[in-house]
């Protein structure tokens, strides 16, 4: 079982994640956040530009000197299922299989398809066992002139036993009031508990956060999630992990991860985000086979 690996060492897995679940043990994990492809039914990529020195750049600079920009890298994946359903609905067994009791999905996704996945989800984990639609509110990018501008992702949330779920919301950071002034000094002071609506910005461009990996989530989503539904020592695990934002928030808040991703470009964005020396990486085949990967750092 690859969980005997987790008890050394968090973990890093390429493959497709329907070969690799089958080897983790049941009720293992207290959290579950995915993120996975949306079904936008076009191939994923972003170019990441250097901007470097050149006398025949379009760009001027300080005193007068030009620059080009250069592709550094080109990272993507397919995000396109002929049938969406069929191909998410083992992956959802498999993540209910592998919650604890006390454990929690957070299933992200958008407009696209999550009203289909809420009907799936709530056949795989019981009606009963929903228990949060959170709209991920954010502004960017361009707007469309011919309906409303789709500017949320939804995260469907469910528990492993609406009886015996984790959750403390004391855990979670505060935000600031909106009106602070309606609230006197000392609760505008001490800020309010997140609602089901979390307003938070992309990735930014620039900082530290961003890895050039398409559709990359921002940690503060994440920890969020993880502040709320697992406490320090839990394991977390994400199976669509790209860039491993949740490995990364999961390591800050003393949680244990296990993150798993078929792309070759995420296993080389992860290995430089979360490091390697507590780390194991590894690679699970079609035919179910685990052997250790090579990691570049
Ligand atoms: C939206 S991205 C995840 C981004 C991630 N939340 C982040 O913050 O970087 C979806 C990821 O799912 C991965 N993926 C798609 N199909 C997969 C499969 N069958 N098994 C494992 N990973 C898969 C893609 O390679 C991609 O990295």
Redesign the pocket.
Known sequence: MLIDTLDEADLVVLG???DVLPALPGGAFQVIYI???FNTGTRQERLTLQTVQDPRGDRVGFGGQRYASVPLSRMG?SDRADDYLEFIAPRLVHANRLLSDTGTLYFHIDQREVHYCKVLLDDVFGRSNFLNEIIWAYDYGGRARDRWPAKHDTILVYVKDRASHYFDQEAVERIPYMAPGLVGPEKAARGKLPTDVWWHTIVPTRGGEKTG?????PEGIVRRALQASSRPGDFVLD????????GAVAANLGRRFAM????PA?IEVMTRRLGVESVKYLTVDSAGAVTPLKTRQ
């Open positions: 497709d994640n329907l993120d996975p492809p994946y990996y398409p559709n990359q989530k199976f669509f992990a790209g860039s491993g934002t949740t798993v991703d078929s792309n995420a």
